[in-house]
């Protein structure tokens, strides 16, 4: 028997225990209650530097800074599930997870310029959890779009969106049990079959 599937979390609100993170865990504990590995990674605290663009991973498929993002690149390659959770902070993604995504230039230089498959051959699904504070129609779709760029470099196959609007306090999101339970179903679902 092969090993249980890998399913890595990465944080990326600035805020721990926030309403992303409640989320994240929900989805984490739904993967580990089938069985699957989980590691969760929390971007706020990490040194990850913006990408540079030096170009320096056209030729090598790898990223020349050493910081924190080398952990991450390894974290990536071995997932089978990659979940990423960011609040709306401004319309898109947090910066912090926006530098994590722009270091992963590297894994598109292999794509695009190396014709090397990004991530390795295994085939791995994403899912993207994101809150924002306001009710506006429009709230997630700069967040998707970046999102969607970033797994179609991957490789990776998206594998749904927990997206809840209108809640903005620290922990408010335990006031919406529904979404707790969805979070935890979807992880379930995610290592399922
Ligand atoms: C710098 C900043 C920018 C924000 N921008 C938006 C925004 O554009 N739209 C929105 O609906 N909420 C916005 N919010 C509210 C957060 O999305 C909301 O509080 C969310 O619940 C935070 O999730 P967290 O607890 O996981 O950090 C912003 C919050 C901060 C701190």
Redesign the pocket.
């Known amino acids: 028997m092969g090993k249980e599937p890998l399913v890595l979390g990465i944080a990326g609100?600035?805020?721990r225990g926030?309403?992303?993170?409640i989320l994240l865990d929900e989805v984490l504990e739904g993967a580990a209650s089938r069985g699957a590995r989980v590691k969760k990674v929390i971007l706020a605290g990490l040194k990850i530097a913006s990408c540079d663009h030096s170009d320096a991973c056209l030729k090598t498929g790898k990223c020349y800074i050493k910081d924190d993002m080398q952990s991450i690149y390894q974290d990536l390659e071995e997932a089978d599930v990659i979940v990423l959770a960011s609040?709306?902070?401004?319309?898109t993604v947090t910066a912090e997870l926006k530098t994590m995504i722009d270091r992963c230039q590297a894994f598109w230089a292999r794509k695009y310029v190396l014709n090397q498959p990004p991530l390795g051959e295994k085939e791995r699904k994403g899912l993207f959890i994101a809150?924002?504070?306001?009710k506006?129609a429009k709230?997630f779709e700069p967040a998707q779009a970046t999102i969607k760029a970033l797994f179609n470099t991957l490789n990776v196959t998206p594998a749904g969106e927990l997206l809840f609007r209108g809640?903005?306090e620290?922990g408010?999101i335990r006031q919406h049990p529904e979404a707790l339970k969805q979070a935890f179903e979807a992880g379930q679902k995610l290592v399922e079959g």
């Open positions: 609100s600035p805020r926030g309403n992303t993170d609040p709306i902070q401004f319309m809150v924002g504070g306001t506006f709230l809640v903005d620290k408010a």
